[in-house]
C-alpha cells in the first residue's frame, strides 16, 4: 500500500516538474524602482475591483522628489486621475507619468473609469510633505 502511494506521489512530482521545465517557471518579481534613475520616486497605483483600491490608502513623498507615477490593473479595467495636477492615466492614455513637486500639498487620486459597485470609495491620497 505504501509503495502505491509513494509511487503516485513521485510521478505527480515528477510530471509537475516536466510541466514546469516546459512551460516555463513563473516569473521572478521584478524591482521597477531599481531601473529608475537616483533621486526618482517610483508610485506603483496596483487598481483592484477585488477591494476598489489602489493598494494603499496613501502615497508620500517630499518636495524635490522626482515622482514616477505608474497604473497597473490587477483585476478589472480602471483609470487613475489627478484633476490638480493633471494627470490621467488608463488604457487609452499613458499608463505611467513622471511629475515634479515644487511646494507641499495633498492631492487626491481616484479612478476615472466605472468598474463597479465600489467604484465611488475607490481612491487615494498623494501627500507631498516638505523636504
Known amino acids: 500500500m505504501h509503495k502505491w502511494i509513494m509511487f ?3 510521478t505527480a512530482a515528477s510530471l509537475l ?3 514546469l521545465l516546459t512551460f516555463g517557471l513563473p516569473e521572478k518579481p521584478v524591482d521597477e524602482s ?3 534613475p537616483e533621486g526618482t520616486v517610483l508610485i506603483n497605483l496596483q487598481a483592484s475591483a477585488t477591494d476598489f483600491s489602489f493598494g494603499q490608502d496613501e502615497f508620500k513623498v517630499k518636495v524635490g522628489d522626482k515622482v514616477f507615477i505608474k497604473l497597473n490593473n490587477k483585476i478589472g479595467i480602471h483609470g ?3 484633476d490638480e495636477l493633471g494627470v490621467e492615466l488608463s488604457a487609452d492614455n499613458p499608463k505611467s507619468e513622471e511629475l515634479d513637486f515644487t511646494e507641499p500639498g495633498e492631492y487626491l487620486i481616484y479612478c476615472d473609469i466605472p468598474c463597479g459597485q465600489g467604484h465611488s470609495t ?5 501627500i507631498v510633505e516638505a523636504a
Open 80 to 82: 487613475a486621475k489627478i
Open 17 to 19: 516538474g516536466v510541466y
Open 8 to 10: 503516485v506521489v513521485f
Open 122 to 126: 475607490m481612491n487615494a491620497k498623494l
Open 34 to 36: 531599481a531601473n529608475l
